[in-house]
């Protein structure tokens, strides 16, 4: 998939993965290109997907969103279509901020961000009970949050 990118390329990824509100005069010097040719790069690099969007770091503390849930949840695999409306209907949810279909004990695990204990209790009951295909659940409260990353980090770009 990379195999085309050269290390220009893989610094203005870089260098936007850490700042994506960086003028585009200001990332071509730092890549060492004037203006034009720069922003040409990042244009193709957006259209071929490289970089899908441009975001804001928002402090869930400031919003009182102050309680991480990770949930595993087991479905019923009576029919396979299960997946599927699983899949679309925890788009629907705000809370849910993550899902990864996973291998082992549980089918997928949900990453939740709820204000306090008591909307993950209305959480549990009154959104994930409701949810297509749902046998069992397990819930891991997140206590401190060591390490995070808002998207991919930017070391991995590799030259």
Do not use: W
Not at 12 to 35: C, D, W, Y
């Amino acid at each position: 998939m990379a195999q085309h990118l050269d290390r220009t390329d893989r610094e203005i990824l870089r260098i936007l993965i850490k700042n994506g509100r960086l003028s585009m005069v200001e990332l071509a010097k730092q890549v060492h290109l004037t203006t034009s040719p720069c922003s040409d790069r990042v244009k193709r690099l957006e259209k071929e997907g490289y970089i899908q969007g441009y975001h804001a770091e928002v402090s869930t503390e400031k919003l009182g969103l102050d309680v991480v849930v990770f949930i595993h949840v087991r479905l019923d695999q009576s029919s396979f279509s299960v997946f599927d409306k699983f899949s679309k209907a925890i788009n629907l949810i705000p809370e849910i901020e993550e899902c990864y279909s996973l291998s082992g004990d549980f089918d997928a695990m949900i990453k939740v961000r709820v204000k306090d204990m008591k909307a993950y209790q209305l959480f549990m009951s009154q959104k994930l009970g409701t949810l297509p295909g749902v046998i069992q659940t397990r819930s891991e409260v997140v206590i401190a949050e060591h390490k995070k990353c808002f998207g991919i980090n930017p070391e991995l770009v590799t030259q």
